[in-house]
């Protein structure tokens, strides 16, 4: 059949556009989200479980600030604004993307064969075929210490910062996903890869959840220029806090940073275009 | 069922299994091998975690030397052990083996081998903390610049820290013993080894020692028994606890083995009886 019998139907056209592949995402994760509404009891367990273990590294902080005061200048209520922040981007990210985490099964079992022959972009496939319920509970605690946070800390919401702000997130979700997509990529040739993104999402954690500076300028520099970390919420948090006076990169940057995140990400994705080539079916 | 009715711990049915065992260590360790890339990945994490433990702390203490009679020093060296002897100790994945047996079943073929089904999982322990050693023997310089490295308080400090170390390596096998065998009665325990995982780390005193937690959170963290698997040995070793403070927490020690052990054998009794394979 010649392609264009196809699009006269108008079918083929409506295939092709990124909108269309976008509603049909957002219907795909619905179905995958309500399929997992079924499960109630592990709903409560794993979205339990997610607010305990982003729960933890802000008892950390708060123990900690509870006897000390201040680390490098900022408050407890600077760093939970920070620690907030960084959780919100987080968030912002596996809320979408968290299935890139079976990426590996998905390859390893042949299932994405499935995913390449039918019409929608193969990496909204991944993402949308199931949904993982602990991400709510990272959801439920980035918003439960965020609003805390941004009431105790001494931020301004002036409408030029509240964009800054939503921009930010937006930005700091995909200077994360970025990386993590990068090295999900990967799997198309190594075909197992989850111990290094476990690694990385604990590097995203750790460095990002404290001023970057303390770690000292050799780290300070790769962790903004060689993997986005400082932009994902340790810049824009000093942007906001008035801490920007003792960041290591010029004021331009600071207030550009959501950009960056958005730059790394099309990379990223390129990559993953790239990489899809190598895929190997397990046979079927 | 006649094999697992053999009393626990019988000295020759020991003897007779020995070679079985050594087997199962074995295992572990070819396992640890063939994943090596996974392993050190997840060593990493813990090195990248005591190098921030250490900025972290740095930075918290200024230029001050000493905090509430805490000496600096000693707080990185403490931090620096805790967070390897945590790695090398707790390995979840004997926890989560047990589970994945008893959620698919296997665990039948388990019980009726000649050895106990408990010894065996003592020995799938011993054989995950060989490999995790195996790992970090190697690293311990990269994690000498990551962290603090430092010789104990003083040789009896040294002595001593050995011998609670191995009391606080009996808790956190029974501990996990206790954890695994939930198993048996929900057939899914992932969430609660995760959860286990955060609240023991935290608890022990792996991220702040105990000396630092405040009023209420310090009386439940003295009233758990997490502390005496990493706190309490690690504390000897720097020199922190001493004295009378040192025998009453090695009594503690003993009295969390003797009470976790009864309950374990307690849980293990009643286990039996909700052994319940799927598809079998």
Redesign the interface.
Known sequence: MPTDSLTSTGYGRKVSTPLWSLRMAWELERAAFRGQLEYRLNFV??A??GI??QG?GF??IW??L???HT??GWTFHDLAFLYALRLLSHATWVVPFNLLSEIDMVLREGRFDQFLVRPLNPLLQVITHRFRMNVIGDVITAFALFVLAANLANVSFTPIHVIYLVLAVVGGALAEGAIILACASLSFRLL?T???R??ID??YL??GS?PLR???AGISWSFTWLVPIAFVAYIPSSVLLKHAAGLHVAPAIAWGAPAVGFIWFIAAYQFWRWQLKNYQSSGH | MTAISLPPGSSRALDRNFPAYIEIVRGRLKVAIAYR??SL??L??VV??I??LK??W???YAHQTS??GVDRHALLVYLTIANIQGWVLQDPTVSRYMYERVRQGLVAFDLVRPSGFIQQMFAQLAGSTLSSMMFVLPALPIIYFAGTLGAPASWSAAGVYVASLACGYVITMMLMLIIGMIAFWTTEIL?LT??YR??S??FAGA??PLT???GA?RVLAEALPFQSTVYVPVAIYVGRLHGLAMLQAIVVQIAWIAGLSLAAWAMWRRALFRVVVQGG
């Open positions: 367990i794993m339990f479980l305990a273990y933890s008892a950390f123990v900690v509870s006897r000390f680390l490098d197992e989850w111990a290094l476990f690694l604990n590097v750790m460095f404290y303390i770690f000292g | 890339q996974n990945f997840l990493a994490i990248v975690q190098f921030i900025k972290v740095t930075a918290l905090v509430s969430g995760m959860l955060l609240v780390q935290f991220l702040v630092f937690f405040p959170l």
